[in-house]
């Protein structure tokens, strides 16, 4: 992939606290205008993976080129970190917050300003510009602290959970927001346990375990690499051709249609042919993807 | 630089902005004023003449006494307790209570009373009669033998809570039967006044260079500047603190730390803490300048000024250097504490240790006051952590040498360096750390790891 289009590129990264090695050996890329989806359970380590990326800290070994430059300081200036704990000043009024982070990210105070009305207005919070931060409810200070990350017009965007504490309705409103920045041609990297929702935004993504990578790629491969293994079937009779544990591994029940998990090296055609055989009267037979819910909890669970 | 400044403004702002610096910074004169001011005015005010009676059948003390509590002479009196007070800070409460009734002016209104040839019983009858019809308020009995040493003068009063005009009557008394003893024993009143007049212990002490200083008013001086440091400092080391615990409560730090530099950050709320600590140090320096110079004006005594120790110009650099100095060690101090905790609660308590050593640093300016030039003063004010405290109150007291100065500030200069080295590791780490309250060794973990 040439370098022009990766916008980070994590090589080989390693950080250690103490014995405890939080992210081992660890290489992925992130494409510019791509969304990437960062997965892993609690404790997989992306948290430090994306503090390394941030520039909080330092990789012990490896490297990190963002915007084909390795890590310096300035780079900062052009990421937007929106850390999984939010934090506010809880005195301080929203204006005076937005533009210390505005001030933060080296942006002109008259700047700042414009960009922090179209952005309350943006996100209907204008009539909070001057309210303090306990006045406001867990969502607006959410969008607030978003607001934060964005009133420098990063090129990379860092979101940590973005959706937690959001109800439903704000949640779709984030993702439209998110879209808007996805057409500007900027990167978002994104993690999050939604896996729903990382399927449904994310172009690429990344599964990290033990400070290991455990699958990647654009979610498209990562899915074909797993293979079509699930089927789901509606029929009546035949269920002789279910018994066959050369073909099938697992059978679950649905209310409507089960669900057929193939046994390894199975061909979808031979269950199908031997369904028929048997005298089933099929009115859905489709092969499924995996979901990403489906790869996450078989990769995480297995290594459990 | 441009995300420093922010740091600076921002931190600045955040202290100043709030209302209790509003209220701190004025309440401290405003106290200053309201202590030196609201005596002086109750002092002042009269209260209703007390309506008195003496008998005094052998007419010797009574032409005395009136004369005594005469409207001049009670003036007189009262300019004489106005003098010591301002000076002597150490005499007890209930000595200066005395002292502050006898500025306060009460006038005596003499009523006639014919008490020729009734018994003494029949007198005190009536004039209790006539106190109870709230004719009079008070009388007073001369007994026929007044100027004997066993005589015994009666003095009853309705308002018998009124220290401030019994003790007028016996003062003026007293001075009615010395006056006549005096007379009596054929002594010349102005001469034996002359003779025994007390002697005016004027303490000064001499400088290594000769200079007269007046110390009553130089360990005022000094007690003053000690303790304006000591408190200031204690102040803002707890305002980093607080400042800092925030940030990691409420993981703002990892914002801050996406767009800047830990020691832009931490340095940024140092400096910005301590320029809304120089803020209020100078409102308070400026207002305690004004309420000295309304006191002078007040008592009229112009001499008050000149007890004043001089502070030169050099001096007020000094004390603004040692200032800052203390400021960055203790502020660093706190800062390291600040982020090694998780809330301001366990701040609090872990902050014990710095406010002793603040406090210890203030008593040993006491050493200093007492003997400026001893080997223990020597030591104590050029130690680290000591330094900021007593070093400003031993150059007010006695400037010492210029590179004793010198070596106390650039050993103090040595100790920040070091501190805020530390303190900068600390943070790094400490802020990004969350669960429970860091351990000596988990902190020293730290600093090897950043």
């Not at chain 1, 990264?13 to 205008?33: H, I, N, Y």
């Not at chain 1, 084909?68 to 052009?78: M, N, Y």
């Not at chain 1, 346990?193 to 599964?207: F, K, N, P, V, Y």
């Not at chain 1, 269920?239 to 697992?250: F, Y």
Request: overall charge neutral; glycine content about 8%.
């Amino acid at each position: 992939m040439p370098e022009a289009e990766v916008t980070l590129r994590v090589e080989s990264a390693t950080k250690r606290f103490g014995e405890f090695a939080a992210v081992e050996d660890l290489s992925f890329d992130v494409r510019a205008g791509r969304v990437f989806g960062f997965l892993g359970p609690n404790g997989a380590g992306k948290t430090t993976t994306i503090r390394m990326i941030v520039g909080i800290t330092a990789p012990d070994e490896g490297a990190i080129r963002l915007f084909g430059e390795s890590g310096t300081q300035h780079l900062q200036d052009r990421i937007g970190y929106l850390p999984e704990e939010r934090g506010l000043y809880r005195k301080m009024k929203i204006v005076d917050q937005l533009r210390y982070f505005a001030a933060l990210k080296d942006v002109p105070r008259a700047e700042a300003d414009k960009r922090i009305d179209f952005w309350l207005g943006r996100m209907g919070l204008a009539d909070w510009k001057l309210k303090r931060t306990t006045d406001l409810s867990k969502g607006m200070q959410q969008k607030v602290q978003f607001i934060s990350t964005v009133l420098h017009d990063p090129d990379l965007l860092i979101l940590d959970e973005p959706f937690s504490g959001l109800d439903p309705v704000n949640v779709e409103f984030m993702i439209d927001v998110l879209a808007e920045f996805r057409t500007k041609e900027k990167t978002i990297i994104f993690s999050t346990h939604l896996m729903e929702t990382a399927e449904r935004l994310c172009s690429d993504i990344l599964l990290i375990n033990k400070g290991k990578k455990v699958i990647g790629g654009s979610l498209r491969q990562v899915k074909e690499a797993y293979g079509k293994n699930t089927i789901a079937l509606r029929s009546e009779g035949g269920d002789a051709a279910l018994m066959d544990t050369a073909l099938v591994s697992e059978v679950v029940e649905h209310s409507d249609e089960r669900e057929i998990h193939l046994a390894d090296g199975a061909d979808a055609q031979v269950l199908l042919k031997r369904l028929i055989e048997a005298g089933a009267v099929i009115s859905k037979f489709e092969q499924v993807e995996p979901s990403l819910n489906d790869i996450f909890v078989q990769q995480i669970g297995g290594a459990k | 630089m441009r995300k420093f400044l922010a740091v600076v403004r921002h931190e600045y702002r955040k202290v100043v902005m709030k209302w209790t610096f509003l209220l701190g910074t004025l309440l401290f004169p405003v106290l200053g004023l309201g202590f030196a001011v609201i005596p002086a005015f109750i002092f002042s005010l009269k209260g209703e003449p007390t309506r008195m009676v003496v008998v005094d059948r052998s007419g010797k003390i009574a032409p005395r006494l009136m004369a005594n509590l005469s409207a001049e002479s009670v003036q007189a009196r009262m300019r004489e307790a106005a003098q010591p007070a301002m000076k002597d800070i150490s005499s007890t409460q209930d000595e200066r209570m005395r002292r502050g009734a006898k500025q306060m002016s009460s006038s005596v209104l003499f009523v006639e009373y014919a008490a020729g040839g009734k018994s003494r019983e029949q007198i005190r009858a009536e004039l209790n009669l006539m106190a109870a019809d709230n004719d009079i308020d008070a009388y007073l009995i001369v007994p026929d033998n007044a100027a004997d040493p066993d005589a015994r003068y009666e003095f009853l009063s309705r308002k018998a809570g009124d220290f401030v005009v019994s003790d007028m009557v016996k003062d003026a008394l007293n001075e009615a039967v010395h006056s006549e003893r005096l007379a009596e024993a054929n002594i010349d009143e102005t001469q034996l006044k002359a003779i025994s007049q007390e002697v005016d212990l004027d303490t000064k002490s001499i400088t290594q260079r000769g200079e007269e200083k007046d110390s009553e008013s130089l360990f005022i001086a000094s007690l003053v500047i000690g303790m304006m440091i000591y408190i200031t400092l204690t102040i803002y080391g707890q305002v980093i603190m607080g400042a800092v615990v925030e940030e990691k409560e409420t993981r703002i730090a990892e914002i801050l730390f996406s767009s800047a530099k830990p020691m832009e950050l931490m340095f940024g709320k140092l400096v910005g803490v301590g320029l809304a600590g120089l803020t209020q140090l100078g409102i308070w320096v400026i207002s305690l300048t004004a309420i000295v110079g309304f006191l002078s004006v007040q008592s009229g005594t112009a001499e008050m000024l000149s007890g004043i120790p001089r502070v030169s110009p050099l001096m007020v650099v000094y004390f603004l250097l040692f200032f800052l100095v203390g400021y960055f060690i203790y502020a660093s101090i706190f800062a390291l504490i600040g982020a090694s905790v998780t809330t301001p609660q366990e701040g609090g308590q872990l902050a014990f240790p710095a406010i002793m050593l603040l406090l210890v640093g203030f008593y040993f300016s006491f050493v200093v006051i007492r003997d400026p030039n001893s080997s223990m003063s020597f030591w104590v004010s050029i130690a680290p952590f000591f330094a900021p405290i007593t070093m400003p109150v031993r150059i007010l007291a006695e400037t010492p040498p210029f590179w004793q100065i010198l070596l106390a500030l650039g050993l103090n200069l040595m100790a920040i360096c070091g501190l805020v080295w530390l303190a900068a590791r600390v943070y790094r780490v400490g802020m990004l750390m969350y669960g429970k309250r860091a351990t000596i060794p988990e902190i020293l973990r730290w600093v090897r790891q950043a």
